[in-house]
């Protein structure tokens, strides 16, 4: 049973960026996506992109495109979320979560990371 | 201000049948992509409920149940118990954003 452990928490100033890791433990990546989706204290989950790391593809949600990169490196097992220009409002919990490979991902998202918790102060 | 609308909060008593709404636009639920739905507890990451609209994966109770019409969805709890007390989420695909939404979250209470 694949599971999803994700680094620690992290402190970040406004204006610089925070890597957040996802390492796939007892299993891999396989054919799934791999997404990352962001919530903010009191909100509800925003998803921020994906990549599939067998078929190197990844796409961003409109929002973030510019200021988000999403890796993988399949022999690790590890995917990464880079997010730059920090502000406040980038204040959430970050998590991965995997996915099926098409586009509408029409069976969900069935596993998930414990979670990251990235604070921006100003 | 998310893409996907649900009500704030919902309650119902022990027993209970209660059903968590889900409104979409024609870029997404009415554009005939699933939707799928997620409990999620205080501090713990959302988990998968139903997916493909109305499809349960295994170890979720035939207590829930999702259904879709039009530019809607549906989340189903039957013999509510207090344990379902937690926060609910819609999910879905929009093809104007050409990427996945959720709703802004339901919280259930169990009275």
Known sequence: ?122 | QSVLTQPPSVSGAPGQRVTISCTGSSSNIGAGYDVQWYQQFPGTAPKLLIYATNNRPSGVPDRFSGSKSGTSASLAITGLQAEDEADYYCQSYDSSLSGVVFGGGTKLTVL
Do not use: H
């Not at chain 1, 299993?27 to 509800?44: I, K």
């Not at chain 1, 796409?59 to 590890?78: C, L, N, P």
């Not at chain 1, 979560?97 to 596993?111: F, K, N, W």
């Open chain 1, 1 to 122: 049973q694949v599971q999803l452990v994700q680094s620690g928490a992290e402190v970040k100033k406004a204006g610089s960026s925070v890597k957040v890791s996802c390492k796939a433990s007892g299993g891999t990546f396989s054919s799934y996506s791999l997404n990352w989706v962001r919530q903010a204290p009191g909100q509800g989950p925003e998803w921020m992109g994906r990549t599939i790391p067998m078929f190197g593809i990844t796409m961003y949600a409109q929002k973030f495109q510019g200021r988000v990169t999403i890796t993988a490196d399949k022999s690790t097992g590890t995917a990464y979320m880079d997010l730059s220009s920090l502000r406040s409002e980038d204040t959430a919990v970050y998590y991965c979560a995997r996915g099926p490979p098409d586009t509408a991902m029409v069976t969900g998202m069935d596993v998930w990371g414990q979670g990251t918790t990235v604070t921006v102060s100003s």
